[in-house]
């Protein structure tokens, strides 16, 4: 029965090979190298096994699989330095069952089943429990949520997403500049981000490529909530700028 099921196993991927041809595709701007296949008879179309790099090493940020196009079966990502950082499967290119997604030191953060649509498991990392400004309509006030905005792909691919493709400025290298640049913006009661702004500026050209960064991250957040429900509120990122010696 196993002599059968690895021919089986054989012939499926030497189908799959025989439709497929492989491309591997570099973004300077992200530092990233993306390795997929595509259907033969029509080349947009990725099929089977995808894996992203870093451009200069041979370290996974990402791997997964498409099928049709869209990506199926188990998903991973991946710290620079290889850890998991989450991990769950997608079905017709949406994002389905429980998904778990890890700090940079490889502790839980989220687990979220996204099939029914609720929050399994917490830990915020610790810049996120301190007070928050909560916004209503023109009225503010700074205070303790019940629980704080909740990035459904975790602190860890956060802090991958962030310093993906985030390049020093020239600027600021030639004026020494670094430090601790603060981006903030407003999460609404329905979880959609907008409003970006400088809270703590650097200059030098810190200031747009923090935003710049901040945008690109893609991916689903879950609101703040106080006394019981969804409420917008200021949200703040900090992003570090450090010479090498």
């Not at 089986?8 to 025989?18: D, E, F, N, Y």
């Not at 810190?206 to 879950?222: Q, S």
Request: proline residues 4%; hydrophobic residues 30%.
């Amino acid at each position: 029965m196993k002599t059968i099921l690895l021919c089986m196993g054989l012939l499926t991927a030497i189908g799959v090979s025989a439709q497929t041809t492989r491309k591997i595709v570099d973004n300077k701007e992200l530092n990233t190298r993306e390795k997929y296949y595509v259907l033969k008879t029509d080349k947009q179309i990725k099929q089977g096994l995808y894996q992203q790099s870093n451009l200069f090493s041979t370290r996974l940020t990402c791997e997964g699989y498409y099928k049709n196009n869209l990506k199926d079966s188990l998903w991973t990502f991946y710290a620079f330095d290889g850890k998991v950082v989450e991990t769950g499967l997608y079905k017709d290119g949406k994002k389905t069952g429980n998904w778990k997604c890890y700090n940079p030191d490889g502790t839980m953060n989220v687990e979220y089943d996204f099939t029914n649509g609720k929050l399994l498991n917490f830990h915020p990392p610790k810049r996120d429990t301190g007070k928050y400004l909560v916004i209503n309509g023109k009225d503010t006030i700074q205070t303790y949520l019940d629980r704080p905005p909740v990035y459904l792909d975790g602190d860890g691919r956060l802090s991958v997403a962030m310093v993906t493709g985030m390049r020093y400025p020239r600027e600021a290298r030639e004026y020494g500049t670094q430090g601790t640049l603060i981006v903030a913006f407003t999460i609404n009661q329905q979880g959609v981000i907008s409003g970006y702004r400088i809270k703590k500026s650097l200059g030098h050209g810190c200031d747009e490529e923090g935003i710049k960064a901040i945008k690109r991250v893609d991916g689903d957040w879950l609101p703040g909530m106080l006394n019981g429900k969804p409420v917008a509120v200021e949200y703040e990122m900090p992003l570090s700028f450090a010479l090498s010696n």
